[in-house]
């Protein structure tokens, strides 16, 4: 009985794990980040380019 139990647990957590690392794509670069929320249709294009500026110009400052 415990076996089965500590089983269906173990298998949920699988995949829990498997698809949350799926769904949450890792950005090293906010302009990547970025990219992908216009691809999606999350932003405007007006939006884009002005988080990209916004972006392109704190890189150069550092």
């Known amino acids: 009985m415990y076996?089965?139990?500590i089983l269906?647990?173990?298998i949920a957590?699988?995949?829990?794990?498997?698809y949350s690392r799926k769904t949450?794509?890792?950005h090293?670069?906010?302009l990547d980040s970025?990219?992908?929320r216009f691809a999606k249709g999350e932003i405007t294009?007006?939006?884009y380019l002005e988080q990209k500026q916004m972006i392109?110009?704190?890189?150069?400052?550092?």
Do not use: R
């Open 28 to 30: 090293d670069n906010p």
């Open 8 to 10: 269906v647990i173990a």
């Open 13 to 18: 957590v699988g995949f829990w794990f498997f």
């Open 45 to 47: 294009k007006e939006e």
């Open 34 to 36: 970025l990219k992908e």
């Open 3 to 5: 076996a089965c139990i």
């Open 56 to 62: 392109n110009s704190k890189n150069l400052k550092q």
């Open 24 to 26: 949450q794509p890792k």
